[in-house]
């Protein structure tokens, strides 16, 4: 394949998934690959010559999603503030695709058997991510005096992050958030209210 080619074949994967994560958000986590098509204006046996099946498209979605939070590591990894800021932003103003994309994910963590390596390029992105990190974490648990691990500390931001777009996301709860904003601050001030191991109630 010359660079044309690639580069068109690239393109039009690209198009592919963003349309996918669209209607997948638009559904409410539904899509069939003849609405897919339709809404591309190809053929549906085009598609599957970009991905031989659904999960491999939806894995592919979630290891896009992966590189951009890897973008936001590369990016703010002078700063612990900045970091977990910019990461807990880009997870709660998105609150519905965190959601669509994590339950994607533990469905096909516990389903499919044949795309190893693409779950391989996921780990990998997410190493390389925590490592782009791992000595601002350090040094901001030290100042702390924290005993909590780099990866406990990245967990416990994660579950936080997730919960809160839960929250954010739910029609029901949304009937009683004030301010949307202020909520959002609060979560990220909560992920720096970090205290020693040996503090925790018993």
Do not use: C
């Amino acid at each position: 394949m010359n660079m044309q080619a690639k580069d068109h074949f690239l393109s039009r994967k690209e198009k592919i998934l963003f349309m996918a994560e669209k209607l997948l958000l638009e559904n409410n986590q539904e899509i069939t690959l003849e609405e897919l098509a339709f809404e591309l204006d190809i053929a549906k046996g085009t598609i599957y010559r970009y991905f031989k099946s659904k999960n491999q498209l939806f894995l592919e979605l979630i290891i896009l999603n992966e590189k951009r939070l890897l973008e936001i590591s590369k990016k703010y990894n002078s700063s612990i503030g900045l970091y977990i800021s910019k990461y807990m932003l880009f997870n709660m103003l998105n609150s519905n695709r965190t959601i669509m994309l994590h339950i994607i994910e533990e469905d096909l963590t516990n389903k499919e058997k044949k795309l190893n390596q693409l779950f391989n390029e996921l780990y990998q992105i997410r190493d390389e991510r925590i490592l782009l990190i791992k000595d601002i974490t350090q040094d901001y648990l030290n100042t702390q005096n924290s005993s909590i691990s780099i990866r406990d500390y990245l967990s416990y931001v994660w579950s936080l992050t997730y919960g809160a777009s839960l929250l954010l996301n739910s029609t029901h709860y949304q009937k009683s958030i004030g301010s949307r904003e202020r909520l959002i601050k609060l979560y990220i001030n909560q992920a720096f209210m970090i205290t020693s191991q040996n503090n925790i109630p018993k």
